[in-house]
Every structure is written in C-alpha cells, then in structure tokens.
C-alpha cells in the first residue's frame, strides 16, 4: 500500500475510488478460482465513490483485499491428470489466484493483491438486514429462523482510475461558475479571488492527471 501510494503521488494521481463486495459470493462447495471465473469480466466489487459506472475506464493502480475465506478455499482441488477450467485453478496459493485474476481484468494495472483469514464481523442490525429477505429480495411473512450471521467475507478495492478524469473536470467547471461575492462565508474567511483561480487550475490539472491514455508517469 505505502509503496503504491508512493508512486500513484510521484504521478500526479493523489485520489482512489473505493469499491466492495459485501459478502463476497463463495459458494461453499466452491473455491475462490470457481467463484472468480464465475464473474467473468465484470467488475467483482460494487463502487462506493461517486465517479459513476467504472466499466470501460482504464485502471491505472489498485489495491484489493480479501478477508474471510477459510484457506482451504484459496485454491483449487481438482484431481491429478483432469483439465483445469482456468489458470486460476494452477495457482498454488489464494494470493496468487487474486493477483492473477486482478492482471487478467486490467493488464495495465498495477496490482496489490492481498488475503486476510479474519471474516468482517457483523454487528445489529447487520446480521438479519438481508436474512430477513426471500431469494428474489421480497419481505418474507414471518420472522426469520436460525442463529444470526455474526462474521462474513468482504472484498474491499481502492483504484486509481480514468474515472476521475470527468468527475474531477466536471467539478472544477461547475466551481468555475461560483461567483465569490455572492458567498459572504468565503470572504469572511479570507478566500481571495485569487487563490480561488489557483485552486480552479490545480484541480483542472489534477484531472488532466486521469486521462485513459496515461500510465504511472510522472
């Protein structure tokens, strides 16, 4: 992560979306290689940042995490001599799966790809928020059975995208529309037009940072 940040800084790119899958969808019969494949090109973790739909833009770094999955779910077990589905299945340890699959969603990228053993622990309401739903997501008529969900895996992400070239540069130009006089509060704290103006350009050139066609370079 330090050494991640280090040279997302050195380029320029100074801010991350965040992203999560909560819970991660393992199926207990399967293992992380089948649940992976399973998601095929899509992207695994649902965005928590306002930049909108990630699909389509270019990853420039990230940083994944998965915690929660027992190891003996890291890998596959498939028998001697049978064919492998994917070359997730090859991989000989959890962290080797993730990294692949992450190079194999964003060849360009630079990956950081991590496996924690302690579940994210859940505490009310969070145990029965979604037990308390049907298969389709519809209110059942009677309260739910069974012990509460007290732990559950999660993959959490923070990327570096070309997402944040629009987001960024749709900012600096609905802020280049505020007209300082007609906000007391501002110059009552000592905002000058000035440094207003300054504040404009640096936020169009860390935009200009995020186009598609740039990579980690300063």
């Known amino acids: 992560m330090v050494h991640l940040a280090e040279m997302l800084n050195y380029s320029g790119k100074k801010v991350v979306t965040a992203g999560a899958t909560i819970p991660f969808p393992l199926v207990p019969s399967q293992s992380l290689p089948d649940t992976l494949v399973q998601l095929g090109g899509a992207t695994p973790w649902t965005p928590l940042s306002a930049c909108g739909d990630p699909s389509g833009t270019h990853c420039f770094a990230q940083s994944v995490v998965l915690r929660g999955l027992d190891r003996a779910c890291h890998t596959s077990q498939h028998a001697p001599g049978r064919p492998l589905p994917s070359p997730l299945h090859a991989c000989s340890t959890g962290e080797e799966v993730l990294a692949l699959y992450l190079q194999q969603q964003q060849p360009r990228a630079r990956s950081s790809a991590h496996l924690l053993l ?35 895996p999660v993959l959490g992400a923070l990327c570096s995208s070309s997402s944040w070239n629009r987001t960024l540069g749709d900012l600096a130009q609905e802020l280049s529309t505020l007209d300082l006089r007609r906000w007391a509060s501002f110059l009552d704290a000592g905002v000058e037009r000035d440094d207003f103006q300054e504040l404009l350009q640096e936020l169009h050139g860390l935009a200009q940072c995020y186009r598609a066609g740039d990579g980690l370079e300063a």
Do not use: E, H, N
Request: hydrophobic share 35%; charged share 15%.
């Open 118 to 152: 302690a579940p994210c622990k859940v505490a009310p309401p969070y145990p029965r928020l979604f037990s308390r739903l049907r298969q389709q997501g519809l209110v059942p008529d009677a309260a739910p059975t069974g012990p509460a969900v007290d732990s559950i």
